[in-house]
């Protein structure tokens, strides 16, 4: 199957048939939300990319994770296939990012493909149905794996007034959700990342954490442009008002090392494009902030790892770095829907190699190396 959609179909809708990014993305959530409904596609797409190993299961947040390799926000902003993820072997999902009002986005063309770079831009501006719909969708789902939301602000609200537009979304959806992300990274609503600024973000986490009393896990993702200082502050920050954790990292705005130099749909050099990158470009410098927020914290504060991850030697570096999670999006879309699968049989192998008794003992682990050299 891996060799079908690597060989044959990627080859077909990426060239061969150019297809608009979007409109494919489009098109796949259709398919996933009709399948979603459908107990008996749902265990036919399971026995295919489903994987099952204790050894990479770990308790976390009062949650049950059965493996480590999580769907990142972005894909399924509305919910409409929240029941089809783990089909896919993926231990956890998060949907969004939802904000407050039903937003359409920045104008398309809005998503393009950096093949050469293994990569993605996306300027798509938080497109969504609004909170209040995403609530009436997960009222009908049943329980599965592990549900992050991920909110972001509405554009029509003022920056200044962000933290009763976050607090707005999260009331509606607390009840639904596993665990939540405050969303400050996206490069892709104006003014979004300076609530990354400690005296911007505290109102903000302040409003909800009062609001949420210790009952749901609650994380702030970052960008991977942040200076080394300004995560620490973040981290901080996280410490004072117990965040379950930090999601590193969103997409990057910078622009170099990149051999894609033009985007065809637009005749634009690649540096007059808005938006930001994920994939490949992104790997190296999600995991040195994944290991800073570490070493910050002696491992203290949960991470989610995110950005590049396309295989199983992408993930394990994450993990060892100190991710207890790690989450994948553009991977997926280039390795196609056994990526999972082979993810979660080469961390296994690598437990194995390592001779650690679980996934747990492997999280941080390079720096224990480190330490004792
Ligand atoms: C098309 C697209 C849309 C995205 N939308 C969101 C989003 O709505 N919220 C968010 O927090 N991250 C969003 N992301 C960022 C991803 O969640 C992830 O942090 C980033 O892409 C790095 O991971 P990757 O290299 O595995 O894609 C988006 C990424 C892509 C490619």
């Known amino acids: 199957m891996s060799d079908f959609y690597r060989s044959i179909l990627r080859p077909v809708l990426f060239s061969g048939l150019n297809a608009d990014p979007e409109w494919l993305h489009v098109q796949t959530l259709r398919s996933l939300s009709w399948i979603n409904s459908s107990d008996w596609l749902r265990s036919r797409l399971n026995h295919l990319y489903g994987f099952d190993s204790p050894r990479l299961s770990q308790s976390l ?3 049950t994770f059965a493996n480590p390799i ?3 926000a972005g894909f399924d902003k509305d919910g409409v296939a929240a029941n089809v993820w783990s089909s896919f072997g993926f231990g956890f999902a998060e949907l969004g990012t939802v904000t407050f009002h039903a937003q359409p986005g920045n104008p398309q063309p809005r998503l393009f493909r950096l093949v050469e770079d293994l ?4 300027r798509m501006g938080f497109n969504n149905q609004g909170a209040a719909s995403l609530q009436s969708r997960l009222e009908q789902r049943s329980k599965g794996i592990p549900i992050g939301i991920n909110l972001g602000k509405s554009k029509i609200t003022p920056l200044e007034a962000a933290a009763e537009d976050y607090l707005g979304s999260f009331r509606l959806l607390k009840p639904l959700g596993d665990y939540f992300v405050v969303n400050v990274s996206s490069p892709n609503t104006p003014g979004l990342r300076s609530l990354q600024a400690t005296d911007q973000l505290e109102p903000i986490l302040s409003a909800l954490q009062t609001e949420n009393q210790s009952e749901k896990p609650l994380l702030v993702k970052i960008a991977p442009d942040l200076e080394f200082e300004d995560i620490a502050a973040i981290v901080d920050l996280a410490q004072r008002f117990q965040l379950s954790g930090i999601i590193a990292t969103n997409t990057t705005i910078r622009r170099d090392g990149l051999k894609t130099q033009m985007i065809p749909a637009t005749r634009k050099p690649i540096t007059e494009e808005a938006g930001g ?6 790997r190296e410098r999600s ?3 994944i290991r800073a927020i570490w070493k910050q914290t002696r491992g203290s504060l949960p991470i989610v790892g995110v950005g590049g991850v396309f295989s199983a030697e992408d993930a394990w570096e994450k993990i060892t770095a100190g991710a207890s999670l790690v989450q994948v999006y553009t991977g997926w879309i280039y390795e196609g829907p056994t990526m999972v699968k082979r ?3 080469g961390l296994e192998e ?3 190699q390592s001779g650690f008794e679980s996934l747990q003992a492997a999280i941080g682990s390079s720096h224990n190396l480190a330490i004792k050299e």
């Open 343 to 345: 993810i979660l049989q």
């Open 277 to 282: 990158i994920s994939g490949a470009p992104v």
């Open 287 to 289: 995991t040195e902030v």
């Open 350 to 352: 690598r437990l194995e």
């Open 70 to 72: 999580g769907l990142a």
């Open 119 to 122: 990569a993605a831009l996306n």
């Open 61 to 63: 947040w009062g949650l």
